[in-house]
């Protein structure tokens, strides 16, 4: 951070960085030579890594995503922030095609990268890992009356619309309470049923 502040996450202004404990927690995924620098360690996990078909390349846990002007400016024509994600992660895929043409990428549908994309389609070498974190595990998916699970529900059908390698990080931990049963014991089948059907 301290030779290229430019390589990270930056406020809705883009002129001043997050504060210390926050600002390389997120890359600016607009920046080219963070592009360079990603598909160079890529190249540099499947060399280290020959049998290795699946690589990460993902956002981090944290909402601090890059809004300096030129990714803004991608989420606002996408429609998401998963529009900055996809862009670069697309970027990386294409890189590695040629020489690892049986690798895939697989990136985060998470929090504020959920969303779909308006324009950008992930590559057939790119595996989009759809997270429900925010839904109900109290009722099914598909139950209509519970909000959380309608907004998951409606990004799952459009991920599944545009990705024919969609997977899903499901949760099986109660977050509020870890000495409690997770409440998905009675929807668990239907809710794999549904996943498998998308």
């Known amino acids: 951070y301290d030779e290229h502040p430019e390589y990270f996450t930056w406020k809705r202004n883009g002129d001043e960085a997050l504060p210390d404990d926050n600002r390389v927690t997120q890359l600016c995924l607009s920046n080219p030579e963070v592009l360079e620098l990603a598909k160079k360690w890529v190249r540099g996990l499947l060399e280290e890594n020959p049998d290795a078909k699946l690589i990460s390349v993902s956002q981090n846990d944290n909402q601090n995503y890059c809004k300096c002007e ?15 994600l996809l862009r670069f992660v697309n970027a990386v895929a294409e890189d590695i095609e040629k020489d690892y043409p049986d690798v895939t990428i697989d990136t985060l549908a998470y929090q504020y990268t959920r969303k779909v994309p ?5 590559r057939h070498n790119v595996q989009i890992r759809l997270c429900p974190i925010e839904c109900c595990f109290m009722h099914p998916l598909e139950d209509g009356e519970c909000v959380e699970n309608v907004d998951f529900m409606r990004d799952l059908f459009n991920w599944s619309q ?8 499901d949760y099986t931990a109660n977050y509020n309470n870890y000495s409690n049963p997770h409440p998905n014991l009675l929807v668990l089948r239907e809710n794999m049923k549904t996943l498998a059907e998308h």
């Open 162 to 169: 545009v990705c024919d390698n969609l997977a899903i990080w």
């Open 70 to 84: 030129k990714c803004a400016a991608v989420d606002k024509e996408e429609g998401s922030p998963a529009g900055s």
């Open 118 to 122: 308006t324009i950008t389609k992930p």
